[in-house]
Nanobody
């Protein structure tokens, strides 16, 4: 079993920055893809960014490309999401997720989920 714990959410003004972190524990050594999703009230959970196990394999939603950066530390079993130039439409609960294969785009492709952390961006 794998346990994921997010941290770093909060309230920020538009244009500001936040950094989310996700720590994996348990049988986390063989995790392949680690990603971030978000879910706003009344909306479906949507893909934000993902990173594979190896350097260079990062993926972003078009809505965050150029503003968000995902980074992974395999030794520390952590993944971070640096969010810059935040917009009110980025407001959502952000979830860390992980799986043991190379898929990354859809929630059903992930086996493990964190509890979520709230990100609120005021205008």
């Amino acid at each position: 079993q794998v346990h994921l714990v997010e941290s770093g959410g909060g309230l920020v003004q538009a244009g500001g920055s936040l950094r989310l972190s996700c720590a994996a524990s348990g049988r986390a050594d063989s995790l392949y893809t680690m990603g971030w999703f978000r879910q706003a009230p009344g909306k479906e959970r949507e893909f934000v960014a993902a990173v594979g196990r190896y350097v260079g394999s990062t993926f972003y939603a078009d809505s965050v490309k150029g503003r968000f950066t995902i980074a992974r530390d395999n030794a520390k079993k952590m993944v971070a999401l640096q969010m810059n130039s935040l917009k009110p439409e980025d407001t959502a609960v952000y979830y860390c997720a992980a799986n043991r294969d190379g898929r990354y785009l859809f929630p059903h492709e992930y086996d493990y989920w964190g509890q979520g952390t709230q990100v609120s961006v005021s205008s």
